[in-house]
């Protein structure tokens, strides 16, 4: 990797296409300019990782008096620190950030995966005008919604509720014209005519057949949503005032807030904001084959 | 085509019910079946609050007497008033136009950087191509509230390492949290958190073209610049139009970057952006008339930036076609 950045003067940049002989391969020879271009990119990319990664381990007196990428050794402490805070506080944003985005982002695959099969699988009245009005909301700003949300969900006495960012997640008009997508591509009308004529019911064919061979496109509508609900700030922030049922976003935001006038709370900061990355990072790391999407067509790669 | 669907359901729904018929009327249900739960979801959270936002933003409160008790408040109808007020405030027009500038200088920079990342994952001969595409993408992981705290700190002269720097070789730099420059600061946040994304979209369509296409360019001794130039960017076009648009509705709606930002410097006041002064004059300020209208008038102006910018596109293709 080193090796990558060094110049390579023997080498030309351009495909000179006089290759003769044992070197006629030109996918051998590599391109030192767009190697260091990416590298650069992915060193602007990591530079803030790799900032709150030494930083987590300093104390809160070295946070802001040592060189910024001077590893220390009190990473443990700030991580028993930042546990104690208010009885675990912290650690109870976690869960609700699991709960809110995995629960809402199962729910949402369901809702998905049902009407995505529906449209594509069936003919009916009045078809087009539901997707097309189910399309438009992909593009309805978040912002004339929250605050309209906010005010019927308190009709309903539900704002303040683990409900109040739960229910309005589930409805993702991407992730259903996403899976309409899918259902149309991987599911044959032949195997479900067959189904039909074996006499199964309308659900079980969905159920057994649609289900399994759209599933590959399912795990990416799952992915999207889990990663928009676990990044959402501004609909907690809206609906809810007990901290207890805070989200890990809105309950850093509050921490970091605290910091102005307790510079200490900052060492607490940055080590939840280092904790916090690991289950997303790590989901990324495992499930990468899934994130390759083309919006233009509309449809996931495998 | 709609009405013809329903005559034809219709009396098969009615009819008595036996052997094969039983199917096809099941099958005739069952898409409403599918959907439903889709529809109540959509209509009681994206539908209802439309409305009611529209609705609200055509009203006031009225006070009537000393506004004590039950009674002295009610809602009248305000017209146009709420809207008028709302685009001739001089805060509103500011984070107007700072959102302007901050899309400006976010949406061409974060997409020409994506589409420049991609073209070189997409290059055969770069090198190291799988770990710079994962920490590349790595960003799009870390929420915008993290990512900001993250930059938040970087950009601190305490902490910074580049104030570091600057301090050793005895350079004056300015503050990036300074009123006039911390538009760059929120602005970096963007660039940083949506490249990735982006890449990887422009990066799998890319990835959909067919080696023929320019196999044939490079045994003509086409250099890998003309080929990606010539042969692979306006391929990809679509692709692009796409993120352009996505970008530029996130751009408007930019929220969580300077809210969380705020804390860490003076300069950002609470209606930097126009959601934050939609935020304000809604939760602190109670008044849910002016901030409905104003989140109406910052919806619509979405929606004609999205769709003009598609027609604009879309009849400069068909042009180009036809020349």
Redesign the interface.
């Known amino acids: 990797?080193t090796a990558?950045t060094l110049p390579a003067p023997a080498r030309a940049v351009?495909?000179?296409?006089t290759e003769v002989g044992p070197r006629r391969d030109?996918?051998r020879?590599?391109?030192p300019t767009?190697?260091l271009?990416?590298?650069v990119?992915?060193?602007?990319?990591?530079?803030?990782?790799a900032?709150?990664l030494v930083?987590s381990s300093k104390s809160a007196a070295e946070?802001?008096?040592t060189?910024?990428?001077a590893p220390s050794t009190h990473l443990f402490d700030n991580i028993k620190t930042l546990s104690a805070y208010r009885g675990g506080l912290y650690w109870r944003w976690m869960a609700n950030t699991a709960l809110y985005a995995g629960v809402g982002g199962l729910a949402s695959v369901?809702?998905?995966a049902?009407?995505g099969?529906?449209?594509a699988?069936?003919?009916?009245?009045?078809?087009k005008?539901?997707f097309n009005?189910?399309l438009a909301?992909v593009?309805?700003?978040?912002?004339?919604?929250a605050?309209?949300?906010y005010?019927?969900l308190a009709h309903v006495g539900l704002t303040n509720t683990y409900w109040a960012v739960l229910?309005?997640s589930?409805?993702s008009?991407y992730g259903?014209y996403l899976a309409r997508i899918y259902a149309a591509a991987s599911v044959p009308d032949d195997v479900i005519e067959a189904a039909?004529t074996d006499g199964a019911?309308?659900?079980r064919i969905?159920r057994s057949v649609a289900v399994p061979m759209m599933s590959p496109g399912l795990v990416t509508v799952f992915l999207f949503q889990f990663?928009a609900i676990?990044?959402?700030?501004?609909l907690p922030?809206?609906m809810l005032g007990n901290d207890r049922l805070y989200p890990?976003?809105?309950g850093?935001?509050g921490l970091?807030?605290q910091?102005?006038s307790q510079p200490a709370m900052?060492t607490s900061?940055?080590t939840g904001?280092l904790l916090?990355?690991i289950p997303?990072?790590a989901?990324?790391?495992s499930l990468?084959r899934y994130?390759?999407?083309?919006?233009?067509a509309g449809a996931v790669?495998e | 085509m709609t009405k013809l669907t329903i005559e034809v359901m219709a009396p098969e729904a009615s009819s008595a019910q036996v052997g094969p018929r039983r199917h096809v009327a099941s099958h005739r249900v069952a898409p409403y079946g599918f959907l439903t739960p889709a529809i109540v979801l959509f209509i009681a959270f994206l539908a209802l609050p439309i409305g009611y936002s529209i609705y609200l933003s055509l009203h006031a409160v009225k006070v009537s007497g000393l506004g004590l008790g039950k009674g002295a408040r009610h809602e009248v109808w305000a017209g146009l008033a709420n809207y008028a007020r709302s685009l001739s405030d001089p805060e509103f027009l500011a984070s107007v136009g700072r959102v302007g500038l901050y899309g400006l200088l976010v949406v061409p920079m974060m997409l020409g950087l994506a589409l420049l990342f991609a073209l070189m994952l997409d290059s055969r001969r770069t090198r190291a191509r799988a770990f710079s595409r994962i920490a590349i993408f790595l960003p799009y992981a870390v929420p915008a509230v993290i990512s900001s705290l993250l930059w938040g700190f970087l950009y601190l002269p305490a902490v910074s390492p580049f104030y570091y720097l600057f301090h050793r070789a005895a350079w004056d730099v300015p503050n990036l949290l300074s009123s006039q420059l911390v538009i760059f600061a929120v602005a970096n946040i963007a660039v940083w958190g949506g490249t990735g994304f982006n890449m990887i979209v422009i990066y799998t369509a890319l990835k959909a073209i067919p080696t023929e296409l320019y196999e044939a360019a490079k045994l003509d001794g086409c250099s890998e610049v003309a080929i990606a130039w010539r042969i692979k960017v306006p391929i990809v076009v679509p692709s692009i139009i796409m993120t352009f648009v996505f970008s530029m509705i996130a751009t408007l709606q930019v929220f969580a970057e300077p809210v969380t930002l705020r804390p860490l410097t003076n300069t950002i006041s609470t209606t930097w952006t126009p959601l934050m002064k939609v935020y304000r004059d809604a939760f602190t300020r109670n008044d849910i008339y002016s901030a409905a209208a104003t989140s109406v008038v910052i919806a619509v102006a979405t929606f004609i930036l999205s769709f003009g910018f598609l027609r604009l596109v879309q009849s400069r293709a068909f042009s180009q076609e036809k020349s």
Do not use: H
């Open positions: 990797m990558a351009g495909a000179t296409g030109p996918r020879r590599w391109s767009s190697t271009i990416l590298l990119g992915a060193a602007y990319c990591l530079l803030p990782v900032w709150v930083a946070l802001f008096s060189f910024t990428f369901v809702v998905s049902t009407a099969y529906g449209l699988k069936y003919q009916f009245a009045g078809r005008a539901i009005v189910l909301g593009l309805v700003p978040g912002v004339v919604l605050i309209p949300q005010l019927l229910l309005p589930i409805i008009p259903i039909r019911s309308e659900l969905f990663v676990w990044n959402n700030f501004m922030y809206i890990i976003t809105v850093l935001s970091l807030n910091g102005a900052y900061v940055v904001a916090s990355i997303l990072v989901l990324f790391l990468q994130w390759q999407v083309d919006l233009a790669k």
